[in-house]
């Protein structure tokens, strides 16, 4: 089982669309969790932090559930400028306390 | 410009060539990560540094490749005898010392693409 497992998608949905992306870790003890953006042939960019609590950033939801091992991203009203690769990264999924692992990311494309 | 920078941001060379990537951190960060990332997959962890202090290094990276940071600040990373399995993007990002409600946030450079001919 790899380390941090995300459905690459794509996922095509239409402007104003509300889409939700999971990831799941195998590491019980991995301590920090977080959404990355990635456009095509570009670095990947700090989305949000996942809070145990669950965060909201405008359209922008995270939530992790520790028991199930999963933390999940939430878009809602779906822009074109949304289409992209979501990464998902957990701290400490390899046992390093301080190693970010990402997931092989989900391709979000958003049309008219 | 004080976010991670990246030197080559391109480049091509023949099987067999030695090629060496440089990173600059941001100022304030101590730790400094590299990774490797190829299309459709993620950014795959290659080695990690505390200042000048090398703690982790991936079975991914095989002998052939090497990385630095000598004074604690930028880091280099380098691939002898290229194979065209190496190319990727080579990716550096860094962080500061653990904030304990972001955890460990990382910041990347625009990254290296490599391409073994």
């Known amino acids: 089982r790899k380390e941090v497992e995300q459905d690459p998608g794509p996922f095509n949905v239409p402007e104003g669309a509300t889409v939700a992306f999971n990831c799941t870790y195998s590491?019980?003890?991995?301590?920090?969790f977080f959404w990355y953006r990635q456009d095509c042939r570009k670095e990947p960019k700090l989305l949000m932090s996942?809070?145990?609590s669950g965060n909201e950033d405008g359209r922008f939801t995270a939530q992790l559930n520790r028991a199930s091992q999963y933390i999940s991203l939430l878009i809602r009203d779906s822009k074109l400028s949304d289409s992209a690769t979501y990464l998902c990264?957990?701290?400490?999924?390899?046992?390093?306390?301080?190693?970010?692992?990402f997931g092989r990311g989900t391709s979000l494309i958003v049309h008219p | 410009d004080t976010g991670v920078s990246q030197d080559p941001r391109h480049k091509i060379t023949k099987r067999g060539q030695n090629v060496t990537f440089r990173c600059d951190p941001i100022s304030e960060h101590n730790r400094l990560y590299w990774y490797r990332q190829t299309l459709g997959q993620g950014p795959e962890f290659l080695t990690y540094f505390q200042n000048e202090a090398q703690l982790e290094k991936s079975r991914l990276l095989s002998n052939r490749f090497s990385a630095e940071r000598p004074k604690g600040s930028f880091s280099t990373l380098e691939i002898q005898r290229t194979e065209q399995g190496d190319s990727a993007m080579y990716l550096c990002?860094?962080?500061?010392?653990?904030?304990?409600?972001?955890?460990?946030?990382?910041?990347f450079g625009e990254g290296s693409w490599l391409t073994v001919v």
């Open positions: 590491n019980s003890a991995s301590q920090s």
């Open positions: 996942v809070y145990s």
């Open positions: 990264v957990v701290n400490g999924a390899s046992g390093g306390s301080y190693i970010p692992t």
């Open positions: 990002a860094s962080s500061p010392t653990r904030d304990r409600r972001s955890g460990n946030t990382i910041y």
